[in-house]
């Protein structure tokens, strides 16, 4: 038990609640949802320095509009999810975890919102931005890897 | 039909399909949508240290890896079939912001000025990428999400702590944008 403990510590933010486990071909239905997400991070320049500058501007709705329909998009699937008990295609109960709150919601969030603004990307258009070509790019993904890192070092001297 | 896709993709048509990547996560595999964690996923793949907080059964994670090799796959497919033409359209007060930068108008989604190659051993690439891509890496983590974990999920999931995060993403971002890059810009 005491084993287990230390094997597994720290739960992920958003952990796996799936039972049924995935071979490699299972796991390209993920990488192909990606590559959809990849094409809309591209056709709707979300992956653009400009846009976010745009963005933080306020200089112009489509930012907002596009954050703002996926998020009422999202909130109707989870609320037609769960009224109706929608199970998943291999027939498991849809796990839908609390977040719990702790300030480092907070200081991280104004950490993130800072580097959002400089590198003009959240995590995924990173990793657009680097399939689209930007090569240099693959030194602010190593550098977020660091970033991680470091936190994940220190994390228990943070206030949290 | 390929005009319509190769024209940029108007907010309407994006943020539904972005929503929903949501329910597609969840019934296809139960898996939340979250694309930082894949970053604590390398950590704990190829660094772990002595780390608790790097010492979990990455590989029950993996899909998240193969998510973010797809968005990286998808990016090329559509940068490079689906190219769009036409320079980026901006707004007035962006494009006179680029100016007072003294970055030139753009013609690709990114200005290579400040993220090109040979910017890397730059001051500019030590700010855009290396600092810039350390603060998303350590404060989303910080954080416990980005704006797909937060933002997307925690919000659809009607979560308040998702909301202070985003609010909190925000918040950051404006400060950045009005504050400080006219500062950091008056270095070059």
Redesign the interface.
Known sequence: MNNLQTKAPEACEAPNSQKESENIFGQLKYLLLGAIFGVIFIKAEIVSWYRIQEMFLLDSFHMYGIIGSAVITGMISVFIIKKFNIKTVYGEKVVLKDKVYNNGQIYGGLIFGLGWAITGACPGPLYSQIGAGYWAIFITVLSAIAGVWLYGKFRDKLPS | MFEF?TK?????????????????????????????????H??AMC?P?N???????WK?????L??????????????TY?A?PEP?Q?????LA??TEFGLSA?TS???ME????D??LSLK?L????????????????????????????????????L???????????????L??PQ?FKLF
Request: aromatic share 12%; glycine share 16%.
């Open positions: 896709l940029p993709w108007p907010w309407y048509v994006a943020g539904p399909l972005i929503g929903l990547m949501v329910p597609a996560l969840l019934l296809l595999g139960n898996k939340s949508l979250g694309i930082s964690s894949s970053l604590r390398v950590c660094v240290g780390i608790k907080f790097f010492n979990y059964d029950k994670e993996a899909w998240n193969f998510y973010v090799v797809g968005i990286g796959l998808g990016a090329y497919l559509a940068a689906l769009n980026i901006l707004g007035d007060k962006t912001r680029l753009p989604l990114q200005p400040l993220f090109g190659l910017q890397v690439g700010i855009f990428m290396v600092v810039g891509g350390f603060l998303v890496g350590f404060g989303t983590r910080y954080a416990g999400g980005c704006t797909s974990g937060h933002t997307i999920m925690g919000l659809s999931n009607l979560q308040w702590p998702s202070v995060a985003t609010i909190s993403f925000m918040i950051g971002g404006l400060v950045m944008t009005h400080l890059l950091i």
